[in-house]
């Protein structure tokens, strides 16, 4: 079984940054894909950046130019740092991992853009 806690949401103001971090815990194997998928309130779930085990990564349109995905193999961690954010970007932002066909999602943590 695998275990993912996200991390690091909160309220910020337009314009402002935020990092999330995921970390997963279990018996992790080490050929994986992790991401950050978010739920806006009425809307469906979205990817928002994906990362390989090898460092490939692909983000939304909407996140290009923005947000960076990155992790530490090390620490089983996955980030999203979300820069220059925009009232749109509001959502519950969930970390997701697939293995061997399983796939793992976190709790959700909240991200509120707002003055």
């Known amino acids: 079984q695998v275990q993912l806690v996200e991390s690091g949401g909160g309220l910020v103001q337009p314009g402002g940054s935020l990092r999330l971090s995921c970390a997963a815990s279990?018996?992790?194997?080490?050929?994986?894909?992790m991401a950050w998928y978010r739920q806006a309130p009425g809307k469906q779930r979205e990817l928002v950046c994906s990362?390989?085990?090898?460092?490939?990564?692909n983000c939304a349109e909407s996140a290009k130019g923005r947000f960076t995905i990155s992790r530490d193999n090390a620490k089983n961690t996955v980030y999203l740092q979300m820069n220059s954010l925009k009232p749109e970007d509001t959502a519950v932002y969930y970390c997701?991992?697939?293995?061997?066909?399983?796939?793992?999602w976190g709790q959700g943590t909240q991200v509120t853009v707002s003055s």
């Open positions: 990362i390989t085990d090898i460092g490939s990564t």
């Open positions: 997701y991992l697939v293995s061997r066909g399983q796939v793992y």
């Open positions: 279990g018996s992790i194997f080490r050929f994986n894909t």
